[in-house]
């Protein structure tokens, strides 16, 4: 019995370190920080620091009306939908993207999951999609691919993929979307991984919202940059977002310290929503009001049903209502699309 568990023993850490040595030798060939990369792991297995609140006991709800099913996504190639945004040409009509794994398409579609169209983003490949973005320029509507996730902290630089919207009547889903520029840049303070970015048209800025750090984090990028890499500026915190509760450690030891991450952004005029696994957020901006100071205040909660792995949101181009959906669990179960109307 000794020497079989003495083997057994041997055998699993041969598999570790096997695990580790191609985990090491993948990210060295891509040009990665494997250090950090190494180092990310170790803190997620046996660092819980993050399993803490931060914000008021009290927080007010958003006064909606109901969370509305309006159908499903039917174009079942959209099985990651990470990225969602309205578009300024057609009320009723979004635009989406896949999370990594997948073909670098555009997805467009109707308020109610009807299928308009998908196109190919003409890149070689895509690395890590996260959210989807919109600004209007000379009268056109442009779509921002943000290329910002970053599970292991260990990329060298992300990136921005600035493409004309597609234009549902115009054009065939033969084409292939042209790259109208690139953004590539660095966080200042080092590796973040974010799902989660929207624009700031007014100041000609992107605004990222990061992910796993505690407050998030908000960096803001020009939009319009386009020569050598970036950097990114901390421009604000969301120190007043909640913080998992202890109902949710409870509900789920292993995953629920994630629940209150950021997984979605957008803004509309003088309003914000943050999409986290559990709720969304609303911050409104006041007259005078700069954005870094709205983020200041405490958000407005919009309690929505428990859904699986939602992960993309987008307000609409007049701010009244917010559309989101989710991720197919399996890639092969249904994702609804679901609204909520903000009084």
Do not use: C
């Given at each position: 019995?000794?020497?079989?568990?003495?083997?057994?023993?041997?055998?699993?850490?041969?598999?570790?370190?096997?695990?580790?040595?191609?985990?090491?030798?993948?990210?060295?060939?891509?040009?990665?920080?494997?250090?950090?990369?190494?180092?990310?792991?170790?803190?997620?297995?046996?660092?819980?620091?993050?399993?803490?609140?931060?914000?008021?006991?009290?927080?007010?709800?958003?006064?909606?009306?109901?969370?509305?099913?309006?159908?499903?996504?039917?174009?079942?190639?959209?099985?990651?939908?990470?990225?969602?945004?309205?578009?300024?040409?057609?009320?009723?009509?979004?635009?989406?993207?896949?999370?990594?794994?997948?073909?670098?398409?555009?997805?467009?579609?109707?308020?109610?999951?009807?299928?308009?169209?998908?196109?190919?983003?003409?890149?070689?490949?895509?690395?890590?999609?996260?959210?989807?973005?919109?600004?209007?320029?000379?009268?056109?509507?442009?779509?921002?691919?943000?290329?910002?996730?970053?599970?292991?902290?260990?990329?060298?630089?992300?990136?921005?993929?600035?493409?004309?919207?597609?234009?549902?009547?115009?054009?065939?889903?033969?084409?292939?979307?042209?790259?109208?520029?690139?953004?590539?840049?660095?966080?200042?303070?080092?590796?973040?991984?974010?799902?989660?970015v929207t624009i700031d048209?007014?100041?000609?800025?992107?605004?990222?919202?990061?992910?796993?750090?505690?407050?998030?984090?908000?960096?803001?990028?020009?939009?319009?940059?386009?020569?050598?890499?970036?950097?990114?500026?901390?421009?604000?915190?969301?120190?007043?977002?909640?913080?998992?509760?202890?109902?949710?450690?409870?509900?789920?030891?292993?995953?629920?310290?994630?629940?209150?991450?950021?997984?979605?952004?957008?803004?509309t005029g003088s309003r914000?929503?943050?999409?986290?696994?559990?709720?969304?957020?609303?911050?409104?901006?006041?007259?005078?009001?700069?954005?870094?100071?709205?983020?200041e205040q405490t958000p407005?909660?919009?309690?929505?049903?428990?859904?699986?792995?939602?992960?993309?949101?987008?307000?609409?181009?007049?701010?009244?209502?917010?559309?989101?959906?989710?991720?197919?669990?399996?890639?092969?179960?249904?994702?609804?699309?679901?609204?909520?109307?903000?009084?």
């Open positions: 019995m000794f020497r079989l568990i003495t083997s057994l023993i041997f055998i699993a850490i041969l598999a570790a370190a096997g695990a580790i040595g191609s985990f090491a030798a993948w990210g060295w060939y891509q040009g990665r920080d494997v250090s950090n990369g190494l180092k990310t792991i170790y803190i997620g297995l046996t660092d819980k620091s993050v399993r803490y609140t931060i914000a008021p006991k009290e927080v007010p709800d958003r006064k909606t009306g109901n969370v509305i099913w309006k159908g499903d996504i039917a174009n079942h190639n959209l099985t990651e939908a990470s990225g969602l945004v309205a578009s300024t040409m057609d009320d009723h009509l979004y635009y989406a993207i896949n999370d990594s794994g997948n073909e670098p398409q555009i997805f467009a579609l109707k308020d109610t999951g009807e299928d308009v169209g998908f196109w190919r983003v003409d890149i070689d490949a895509m690395t890590d999609w996260e959210d989807l973005a919109a600004f209007e320029r000379e009268g056109n509507q442009y779509l921002l691919i943000a290329d910002t996730g970053d599970n292991y902290r260990w990329r060298d630089y992300l990136t921005m993929l600035v493409v004309r919207a597609p234009d549902i009547n115009e054009l065939p889903m033969s084409e292939s979307i042209p790259v109208e520029w690139e953004i590539h840049f660095r966080y200042e303070g080092g590796h973040r991984d974010a799902e989660a048209e007014e100041n000609e800025r992107i605004l990222i919202l990061t992910k796993r750090q505690v407050p998030a984090e908000i960096y803001s990028l020009p939009l319009h940059a386009r020569d050598g890499i970036q950097t990114a500026r901390i421009v604000s915190f969301l120190s007043r977002l909640p913080q998992p509760s202890e109902q949710d450690l409870w509900e789920d030891p292993t995953y629920g310290y994630t629940r209150s991450q950021p997984t979605a952004f957008d803004m914000a929503v943050v999409l986290t696994y559990k709720d969304a957020w609303l911050y409104e901006k006041g007259w005078r009001q700069t954005w870094e100071e709205a983020f407005q909660r919009i309690r929505l049903p428990k859904l699986y792995q939602q992960e993309s949101v987008a307000l609409s181009a007049d701010g009244k209502h917010l559309l989101y959906t989710t991720e197919r669990p399996g890639n092969r179960d249904i994702a609804p699309v679901m609204q909520v109307d903000l009084k």
